[in-house]
């Protein structure tokens, strides 16, 4: 059997007395886009930032690509071909567009591969082409959005970690964000995205997980999931 690409195993995340994870296990295969729902507070930030070193397990095994990469330093990550889109606001604003991107190519030494993200990123985003020179902080907050996963590309992973990539954005921006992540997708990216905006989420993933107190509350394919009445009510702190 083909292994999954990433593999999540009894994941425990506590900050001191608070259980924010509590035991959960799932995987992504390779070539998926699945989506992590849940409610405010039920997790699905700690679990994105656990997998990505940037909160410590207190329990649990994270493998990506057959690697045991728990609580592995998050500036490995890359290099092993898995990358973190943060939610948009959080680029650097006083740094210009060309200079986030740019760390996004940090430790990659080969030449052509760097030139070859540059090529791909401002052919997917020609706005972040256009204005590379200006402060991150002066792009608008879709703009800024597609910094953040302009970024995460620049190392070509395999597999891109998205943290709430609509927060914030007018439904028109968010409908191209999702585009985008659809469009990845089929250039080959496996996709693991924490969403708020659940319907948009159903609408591009294959499957999702529902995150609720720390655990898993239910999981499926997402048109399933997407079709099923109670799912809002039941999980998703009511509509
Ligand atoms: P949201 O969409 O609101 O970010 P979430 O599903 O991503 O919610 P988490 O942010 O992972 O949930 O939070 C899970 C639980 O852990 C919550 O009870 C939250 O208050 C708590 N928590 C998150 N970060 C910290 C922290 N740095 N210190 C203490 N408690 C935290």
Do not use: C
């Not at 259980?19 to 070539?31: C, K, R, S, Y």
Request: charged share 15%; hydrophobic share 45%; no cysteine.
């Amino acid at each position: 059997m083909v292994q999954p690409l990433i593999q999540v195993r009894s994941l425990d995340v506590r900050y001191g007395a608070v259980q924010a994870v509590d035991g959960i296990n799932f995987e992504v295969e390779q070539g998926e886009i699945v989506a992590l729902l849940g409610a405010n507070g039920a997790g699905k930030s700690s679990t994105l930032n656990a997998i990505a070193g940037l909160v410590p397990t207190f329990g649990g095994e994270v493998h990506f690509d057959g690697q045991n990469i728990t609580n592995l330093r998050p500036e490995m990550l890359p290099g092993l071909g898995m990358t973190l889109s943060p939610e948009g606001r959080r680029v650097f604003g006083t740094l210009s567009v060309a200079e986030n991107l740019q760390m996004g190519a940090f430790g990659m030494k080969d030449a052509q591969e760097i030139s070859a993200a540059w090529d791909r990123v401002y052919t997917l985003f020609p706005i972040l082409a256009e204005r590379r020179d200006q402060f991150a902080g002066t792009l608008s907050g879709g703009q800024q959005q597609m910094l953040a996963v302009g970024r995460a590309l620049m190392s070509n992973p395999k597999m891109l970690l998205l943290d709430e990539p609509s927060l914030g954005l007018a439904p028109k921006i968010i409908e191209q964000i999702f585009e985008l992540i659809t469009t990845l997708n089929e250039q080959g990216v496996t996709i693991l995205v924490v969403e708020q905006n659940v319907s948009m989420a159903l609408e591009v993933a294959n499957r999702a997980y529902v995150l609720a107190n720390g655990q898993i509350a239910t999981s499926g394919d997402a048109k399933e999931l997407a079709a099923s009445n109670n799912l809002q009510n039941a999980y998703l702190g009511g509509a």
